[in-house]
């Protein structure tokens, strides 16, 4: 139908540009319109300093805690390794599973970070094969809190093995040259590489920035120029720290400082009025035969303080518990006595924390890696 009258004309007008006007307006309203932000997560706390810790009271043999943290996209457990200062080994026993070169961005990640000390004298210098773990007890003075320092390390590949007993720091050297023996020579030789007779300091002298010398002819704890072998059986038998670990270390000892080495597998510990096994796997040259007489030496590991303690308790070993953790280590202290405690209820329990350097780290990432190279 044709409008013909111009008042209609100018009504229908009218009311056209207002309902224009109400859709402009309605659009305008769905354009600005912001919906309200969602609520945002409280951040996860930093992880504090993983390297020193004041000794328990008296009684407990526990020093740290487990945490678990969350493995960014790019990740592997190198990476992690480094940040948390803890070693490869450390991180693939405790993440049964996942993949260490790819655990997947958003993955929880569990963080041993928590020790029992070795069963061994509190002085000086001690490390324990098995675990692949440093421990320094400096003396400290009447009245102050003792300390213990504790760092992953590397250690002798099979048939070159790190020596187990006692002896001392003999000399330090600060950009030390590398004089590589007759057969690490002859192995490089084999393998097609001729090694000179000295190495001078640099970025590829494999000592690092330090060294201490043991009493122990050829053998050495050091830093290193490649701190991916930091957590494994890496070396031609010396001991092996992060380049910012034995830096740290360096300054805190000298000659004459007692080291002792043992390879504990099976570490037994008391705290919280409970015995506690933390267990690690058994090196593949390991003389005792844990296959046969798994339990004899076990037995043999618990010292003798603990079994009183026990005792006066009324309390006992559930070797059904240690026998379970024994052949699955995890490398996290798990209780075995007056209740059994998995491995996966601690997980549950440990705190989370950013995945990010800890407060208090020795390393500062990756520029100061570089610099100290130089």
């Known amino acids: 139908m044709r409008v013909s009258d111009p008042i209609l004309r100018w009504t229908l007008s009218l009311c056209l540009l207002a309902l224009g006007g109400c859709v402009t307006l309605e659009r305008e309203r769905e354009t600005t319109w912001v919906a309200p932000s969602p609520k945002?997560?409280?951040?996860?706390?930093?992880?504090?300093?993983?390297?020193?810790?004041?000794?328990?009271?008296?009684?407990?043999?526990?020093?740290g805690t487990v945490?678990?943290?969350?493995?960014?996209?790019?990740?592997?457990?190198?990476?992690?390794?480094?940040?948390?200062?803890?070693?490869?080994?450390?991180?693939?026993?405790?993440?049964?599973?996942?993949?260490?070169?790819?655990?997947?961005?958003?993955?929880?990640?569990v963080l041993p970070t928590q020790h029992l000390l070795p069963n061994v004298p509190r002085e000086g210098v001690v490390i324990n094969l098995a675990a692949m773990r440093l421990y320094y007890f400096p003396k400290v003075?009447?009245?102050?809190?003792?300390?213990?320092?504790?760092?992953?390390?590397?250690?002798?590949?099979?048939?070159?093995?790190?020596?187990?007993?006692?002896?001392?720091?003999?000399?330090?050297?600060?950009?030390?040259?590398?004089?590589?023996?007759?057969?690490?020579?002859?192995?490089h030789r084999e393998n097609g590489e001729i090694l000179p007779a000295v190495v001078p300091a640099g970025p590829d002298n494999p000592l690092g920035t330090r060294a201490m010398?043991?009493?122990?002819?050829?053998?050495?704890?050091?830093?290193?120029?490649?701190?991916?072998?930091?957590?494994?059986?890496?070396?031609?038998?010396?001991?092996?720290?992060?380049?910012?670990?034995?830096?740290?270390?360096?300054?805190?000892?000298?000659?004459?400082?007692?080291?002792?080495?043992?390879?504990?597998?099976?570490?037994?510990?008391?705290?919280d009025g409970q015995l506690l096994l933390q267990a690690f796997d058994v090196l593949e040259d390991d003389p005792r035969n844990w296959k046969t007489a798994r339990q004899k030496?076990?037995?043999?590991?618990?010292?003798?303080?603990?079994?009183?303690?026990?005792?006066?308790?009324?309390?006992?070993?559930?070797?059904?518990?240690?026998?379970?953790?024994?052949?699955?280590?995890?490398?996290?202290?798990?209780?075995?006595?007056?209740?059994?405690?998995?491995?996966d209820a601690v997980v549950a329990r440990a705190n989370r924390v950013r995945n990010a350097l800890p407060i208090g780290a020795n390393w500062q990432g990756e520029l100061a890696s570089t610099e100290g190279t130089q």
């Open 297 to 343: 030496l076990l037995t043999r590991a618990l010292a003798a303080r603990l079994e009183k303690r026990l005792k006066a308790q009324g309390d006992s070993i559930d070797w059904a518990a240690v026998s379970r953790v024994s052949h699955e280590p995890r490398g996290v202290p798990l209780a075995v006595s007056r209740g059994i405690e998995t491995f």
């Open 141 to 187: 003075a009447k009245g102050e809190n003792p300390i213990v320092y504790t760092f992953p390390i590397g250690i002798g590949r099979v048939g070159w093995a790190t020596p187990v007993g006692s002896t001392r720091i003999t000399r330090v050297a600060k950009n030390p040259s590398w004089r590589p023996g007759p057969g690490v020579r002859r192995e």
């Open 213 to 271: 010398y043991l009493g122990w002819a050829g053998y050495l704890i050091h830093g290193t120029n490649k701190p991916a072998g930091v957590g494994l059986r890496s070396s031609h038998g010396c001991i092996r720290l992060f380049p910012e670990d034995v830096e740290f270390l360096y300054d805190l000892v000298g000659p004459g400082t007692k080291v002792t080495v043992v390879n504990q597998p099976f570490v037994f510990g008391w705290h």
């Open 67 to 109: 945490q678990v943290t969350r493995a960014e996209h790019e990740d592997t457990f190198v990476d992690l390794a480094r940040r948390f200062n803890v070693g490869y080994e450390e991180l693939v026993r405790s993440n049964p599973g996942v993949d260490p070169w790819l655990p997947g961005e958003g993955r929880e990640i």
């Open 40 to 63: 945002v997560e409280e951040a996860l706390p930093y992880a504090v300093s993983l390297h020193r810790f004041e000794l328990p009271a008296e009684g407990s043999d526990l020093v």
